[in-house]
């Protein structure tokens, strides 16, 4: 895999499933990986994950912060900026499970938090970041999303408004690729999906074709070094695509 011992690399999220894979798969790089967290509880979590995984921590930097509100955004940029004085790449992994029944019978509460804590979320990072990463002669900002975004589906009534809130994130990344393009920003931004069930840390006992989360987290890497995609939805689909973009050779293939 790509040596990154020199990359700053921020990912949001890095606390929660998917996210303790991509941070995994960083660290495996060299890269100096911050995450941040509103709990220390999730954060003290992930170290002791990864040190069971033999995966070393001494790059790992976590901060307790909520990077999915303007003053909390804004708090851990001016720490991340005072203690580093830069960032190379962004991953963000944000939101959560919320299953719902009828969509029509969704509380407002739970309208606002859904869309808050993924869209919104979101919005709140990259608005944040972007004019750091901007800063930075190449720099990636990888939006992680689910499947119902790119491809218009719903997998099961009890993930609706999930999928309201993917969409939204899905057209969120083309605007701010546009964006960078039309401003002459020099941030490659993308959307990074697993078109398959992932092994987290907390679903291990799974069907063995599935996608460790880890691997899918190596496709992020990919990303933040190959300067040829930018405003592109890239789908994982299996391990072998994991390979193939590890061993950087064959074709991207996007949703």
């Given at each position: 895999?790509?040596d990154q011992?020199d990359?700053?690399?921020?990912?949001?999220?890095?606390?929660?499933?998917?996210?303790?894979?991509?941070?995994?798969a960083?660290?495996?790089?060299g890269?100096?990986v911050?995450?941040?967290?509103r709990?220390?509880?999730?954060?003290?979590d992930?170290h002791?994950?990864?040190?069971?995984?033999?995966?070393?921590?001494?790059?790992?930097?976590?901060?307790v912060?909520?990077?999915?509100?303007?003053?909390?955004?804004?708090?851990?940029?001016?720490?991340?900026?005072?203690?580093?004085?830069?960032?190379?790449?962004?991953?963000?992994?944000?939101?959560?499970?919320?299953?719902?029944?009828?969509?029509?019978d969704?509380?407002l509460?739970i309208?606002d938090?859904?869309i808050?804590?993924?869209?919104?979320?979101?919005?709140?990072?990259?608005?944040?970041?972007?004019?750091?990463l901007?800063?930075?002669?190449?720099?990636?900002?990888?939006?992680?999303n689910?499947?119902s975004?790119?491809t218009?589906t719903i997998a099961?009534?009890?993930?609706?408004?999930?999928?309201?809130?993917?969409?939204?994130?899905h057209m969120?990344?083309h605007a701010l690729?546009k964006?960078?393009?039309?401003?002459?920003?020099?941030?490659?931004?993308?959307?990074?999906?697993?078109?398959t069930?992932?092994?987290?840390?907390?679903?291990t006992?799974?069907?063995p074709?599935w996608?460790?989360?880890?691997?899918f987290?190596?496709?992020?890497v990919?990303?933040?070094?190959?300067?040829?995609?930018?405003?592109?939805?890239?789908?994982?689909?299996?391990?072998?695509?994991?390979?193939?973009?590890?061993?950087?050779?064959?074709e991207?293939?996007p949703?």
């Open positions: 895999m790509t011992t990359s700053i690399v921020l990912v949001a999220g890095g606390a929660g499933e998917v996210g303790a894979g991509i941070a995994r960083f660290l495996e790089t890269a100096t911050i995450v941040p967290s709990s220390s509880d999730h954060l003290d992930l002791g994950h990864l040190e069971s995984s033999g995966v070393a921590t001494d790059q790992l930097t976590p901060l912060g909520n990077i999915g509100q303007i003053d909390g955004a804004k708090q851990l940029r001016d720490t991340i900026l005072e203690q580093f004085g830069y960032v190379d790449t962004v991953v963000a992994s944000l939101g959560g499970p919320q299953p719902i029944d009828r969509l029509i969704v509380p509460e309208w938090q859904v808050d804590n993924f869209m919104t979320a979101q919005f709140v990072a990259a608005r944040t970041f972007l004019p750091i901007a800063e930075r002669v190449d720099s990636t900002y990888t939006l992680v689910g499947l975004g790119p218009g099961a009534p009890a993930a609706s408004l999930m999928a309201v809130a993917s969409a939204g994130e969120l990344m690729a964006d960078a393009t039309e401003y002459g920003a020099s941030v490659r931004i993308n959307e990074l999906v697993p078109l069930p992932l092994i987290t840390r907390s679903k006992d799974t069907d074709e996608l460790p989360a880890e691997a987290g190596s496709v992020a990919a990303l933040a070094t190959d300067s040829d995609h930018h405003g592109e939805t890239i789908g994982v689909y299996s391990r072998t695509d994991v390979r193939r973009w590890e061993e950087g050779s064959g991207w293939t949703v």
